[in-house]
């Protein structure tokens, strides 16, 4: 059974900072491209970082860039979102996905977590 199972969402101040885990398990993923994304209250899910499992290449949407960094650790089967400086539209649930670059990158996913909840006070 895959499983995807985020972790490391909380409450943190504007300027903060938080990481993200994801946890994937059930299958050998690196063949696949691991995806986050986030949903804030009231708005469509959006894509924000993702990253070839082997190979390691990346891409972020422009919301992000230069604050959050994707990466991960083969040993631990687990993919991580660095979150920096941190700004009140940050606040949404994220969550991982895994599937093909293509897929991932036009906001789809083979596989999701359960989402993790992300909120920046300001």
């Known amino acids: 059974q895959v499983q995807l199972v985020e972790s490391g969402g909380g409450l943190v101040q504007a300027g903060g900072s938080l990481r993200l885990s994801c946890a994937a398990s059930?299958?050998?993923?690196?063949?696949?491209?691991m995806g986050w994304f986030r949903q804030a209250p009231g708005k469509e899910r959006e894509f924000v970082a993702a990253?070839?499992?082997?190979?390691?290449?990346?891409t972020y949407a422009d919301s992000v860039k230069g604050r959050f960094t994707i990466s991960r650790d083969n040993a631990k089967n687990t993919v991580y979102l660095q979150m920096n400086s941190l700004k009140a539209e940050d606040t949404a649930v994220y969550y991982c996905?895994?599937?093909?670059?293509?897929?991932?990158?036009?906001?789809?996913?083979?596989?999701w977590g359960q989402g993790t909840q992300v909120t920046v006070s300001s």
């Open positions: 059930g299958r050998t993923f690196s063949a696949y491209t």
């Open positions: 990253m070839r499992w082997s190979g390691g290449s990346t």
């Open positions: 996905a895994a599937d093909r670059w293509s897929r991932v990158v036009a906001g789809q996913g083979e596989y």
